[in-house]
């Protein structure tokens, strides 16, 4: 706030003083009975066009571009700079015998070709970044998409209202910088203002989750100051700020899980993950399972493993709210996790 203050006083003031000259110039030219209004009518117009405009060209600016490199890898950033500094050392070169050539083409051409040649070393370099940097720079993710390596790790509104992301966490497997981008914490914010109670309670669960993460987890946390980008949704413009990062989102949403694998940004799905690490049941294989229900089949009863898999037991509608013994007989896999079929056990 007291910088873009500043920013528009000083504003105001460069572009005043700059209105009141041009007025005294055009006195000059037209005549001196128009220097009263002509100075007074561009010294205000000056001031006005500053005090409103100053921020959005100095202060909010600077921060737009502060968040665009923070978002770019290491490597690139650096491999962007130095392809512009040799570029602009080839057109120094190039530009020596250039500007002998007389007139305008002796002052336009050298210009003319040191930003070409700038802007084709930095893309040149940036394109071939982790050659360039290879061995000198440790792993910022720029291979993208390597969970067990050292990435930018982006989590979505379900993945942390979810929770579970916490406890992955501090298994080890996931190592790099969790970032969580501002509009993603607008969002939640958002949820948890809302009028609805389930809503509410969710976005309290989820903002619960994010203090858990900072002061229990050993993983570095950022949160990315970055609004939305030519309208997008915040779930487009998290694969947008996935792809940038050379990062993966986390998440358990299905949808933005299959629109960001699409676009080739790669994915942990929460719910995938916790499916594929349950136990695998065989079938013959006994276990002692509660049933807690009737099925929908006659004579069904249904149960859980404390992994929360459904157990359908044959018959088991008369042992409700008893604990048994049973055979599995056969392992249904769904996309939303596993059912085991099983009978109870004889004898």
Known sequence: MVAEIVARLVGGAILATGGWRLGEYISEVWGPELYVPWVLGLTALGLAIGLAAAPYLSVRLARNLVSQIESVPTSRLLSTILGGVLGLLVALLLSIPLSR?????????????SVLLAYIGAYLLSRGERDVFAG????DGAGGGGKGGTDNILLDTSAIIDGRIADITQTGFLRG?????????????????????????RGRRGLEMLNKLRQETEIPIRVLDISYHNGLEVDSRLVEVAKEMNGFIVTTDYNLNRVAQIQGVPVLNVNELSNALKPVVLPGEGMTVRVIQEGKEPGQGVGFLDDGTMVVVEG???????????????????ATGSIVFAQPKRG
């Open 101 to 113: 050539i007389p007139g305008w083409l002796g002052l336009g051409l050298p210009v003319a070709l």
């Open 136 to 139: 000198v720079l440790p792993d």
């Open 316 to 334: 088991g509608s008369r042992f409700v709210n008893r604990d048994m013994d049973v055979l599995v007989t056969r392992m249904l896999q769904t």
């Open 177 to 201: 910088t969790i970032v969580i981008p501002s509009f993603i914490l607008d969002e939640l914010r958002h949820i948890a203002d809302s009028s609805d109670s389930l809503r509410r309670a």
